[in-house]
Nanobody, 128 residues
Framework: QVHLLESGGGSVKAGGSLSLSCSYS????????MQWFRQAPGKEREGVAA???????SYVDAVKGRFTISEDNAQNTVYLEMNMLKPEDSAMYYC??????????????????????WGQGTQVTVDS
């Protein structure tokens, strides 16, 4: 019911920045959680940043201070601003939604099993 489409991925040099966008449609729920996940080859998928419908945000320790998740409800878009990128940030980045959900962002972070709707992903490559 909820459809998501990521964009903004690409290749950057270490220390550079990228901004990812997740355009969503069919979000008819008042309570929800949006989350950016990432998965690199040979590694488990991890939650990167989450934002809930109350505007609360949560980040995995590895990106705190460097990444910012935000949402523009008028544009039906969730963003992930990534700064000071490191080679270990290289991964396929996925946007996902858990809806309806009363789970706060801090509790939802990393819980991919709770997320029903997923985009196809956008690749981020950071060169050293």
């Amino acid at each position: 019911q909820v459809h998501l489409l990521e964009s903004g991925g690409g290749s950057v040099k270490a220390g550079g920045s990228l901004s990812l966008s997740c355009s969503y449609s069919g979000m008819i729920y008042a309570a929800y959680v949006m989350q950016w996940f990432r998965q690199a080859p040979g590694k488990e998928r991890e939650g990167v940043a989450a934002i809930d419908s109350d505007g609360r945000v949560s980040y995995v320790d590895a990106v705190k201070g460097r990444f910012t998740i935000s949402e523009d409800n008028a544009q039906n878009t969730v963003y992930l601003e990534m700064n000071m990128l490191k080679p270990e940030d290289s991964a396929m980045y996925y946007c996902a939604a858990n809806a309806p959900s009363l789970m706060p962002a801090w509790q939802a972070l990393g819980k991919e099993e709770e997320f029903r709707f997923w985009g196809q992903g956008t690749q981020v490559t950071v060169d050293s």
